[in-house]
């Protein structure tokens, strides 16, 4: 299948499915010396383990990171880093009845039409275990990246038609709820309206935000290659994923240039910008700003409410899926959104050094 290699210079290539044995990453293009260790890799991976609230599916995984290579005595050797999470409780009975039919909102259809086959246990390569593989190779990429001394916080904006209140925002929060929102009255809310949607047999959307800040100005590349538009493709290559923003997103098409644009001064010496309305890009470079960007997640696709669909002989037909799902997407997601954006950024990084000679010079001293 293509499509499962991501990156230029930091390059990842993901496999496994849903129900197989399990899914896995190689991480090629990271430099030699890094410090890592599988409980890094672990802690990435824990804040998209199912079955840690009743917000998340129930199947029970430890989702354990194995390092197969790469890796010695502690630190990378620059060659490739292979990464296995091993699949451990596989229902795959809980699937049998949908082979004969299209669930609404996967790619049921899509696959069979493109490969006149499909994995239907538990959607296969669509399935949201895909995305072990995204966080498993993000959490080297922001390893390297905190070397560097960027940051990166990622967080549930949104959960239905709750939105955290800024005035309010606290850091230290978002680690102590399980919608992973940086405001404790938000999630209470967001938890109350999620459990009135379960009670309906229904599922719920969300908004998660990401904010890399100490970006230094300059990384990305102009025309097709730019940073933004890099990030959008990497966060909607997320398999819930309908809408991208960043900056002020689609609140641009109702400002008025004089306020949208940001203006510049000096501050310590340095060129700084007076707001940041743009996001943290202009031409497709980061600014030196905070980059901010959003990811709407769609609700969860299998609900237990009941809809209409078709079978594969043709024939309309009402279902209700049944079997072990998450209610809502978004908290699950918020690492996987920040994998995604550590990925980007470094291999943006990359390439960014070959491209002032002065700079080149200035790493190899050369004699002559």
């Known amino acids: 299948m293509a499509g499962s290699i991501y990156g230029k210079l930091f390059r990842v290539s993901t496999w496994g499915e849903s129900h197989g044995a399990g899914v896995g990453v190689v991480v090629d293009g990271c430099p030699a010396g890094l410090e890592l260790s599988e409980a890094d890799i672990q802690a990435y991976l ?17 989702d354990a990171v194995e390092i197969l290579s790469g890796v010695f005595e502690g630190k990378t050797t620059g060659t490739p880093i292979s990464m296995i999470v091993r699949n451990q409780t596989q229902r795959s009975g809980d699937y049998s ?18 490969y006149g086959f499909r994995d239907y246990r538990g959607g296969g390569r669509s399935s949201g275990r895909e995305t072990i593989a ?5 959490a080297v990429a922001a390893k390297l990246l905190g070397k ?27 680690q102590e709820n399980p919608l992973f929102m940086p405001d404790g009255e938000a999630a209470e809310a967001a938890g109350e ?22 970006m230094p100005a300059g990384i990305g590349e102009t025309v097709f290659d730019k940073l933004d538009a890099n990030l959008a493709k990497a966060i909607v290559s997320i398999g819930a994923v309908k809408g991208f923003e960043i900056g002020d997103g689609m609140a641009v098409a109702q400002a008025i240039g004089s306020v949208n644009n940001d203006g510049f001064a000096m501050k310590d010496g340095r060129v700084t910008k007076l707001s940041n309305h743009a996001g943290g890009t202009l031409g497709g470079m980061s600014d030196g700003s905070p980059i901010v960007i959003r990811a709407a997640f769609k609700p969860t696709p299998s609900i237990l409410h009941e809809q209409q669909t078709v079978n594969k002989s043709g024939e309309d037909i009402r279902i209700s899926i049944k079997g072990r799902h998450d209610p809502i997407i978004v908290p699950r997601a918020v690492v996987v959104v920040e994998s995604m954006v550590a990925l980007t950024l470094i291999d943006a990084m990359m390439e960014n050094m070959s491209a002032r000679l002065d700079r080149m010079i200035e790493f190899y001293h050369p004699v002559c």
């Open 46 to 62: 824990n804040r998209r383990k199912p079955g840690q609230s009743k917000y998340a599916t129930p199947r029970k995984e430890e």
């Open 97 to 114: 009845e949908i082979a004969s039919y299209y669930r609404p909102g996967h790619a049921d259809y899509t696959f069979d039409e493109k």
């Open 134 to 138: 995204r966080v498993a190779a993000g």
């Open 148 to 174: 560097l001394g960027i940051d990166i916080l990622t967080y549930t904006r949104s959960i239905g038609p709750v939105t955290i209140d800024y005035d309010r925002f606290d850091r230290n929060m978002i």
């Open 193 to 214: 309206y999620i459990e009135k949607m379960m009670k309906a047999h229904d599922s719920v959307g969300g908004m998660a935000e990401c904010v890399v800040t100490d």
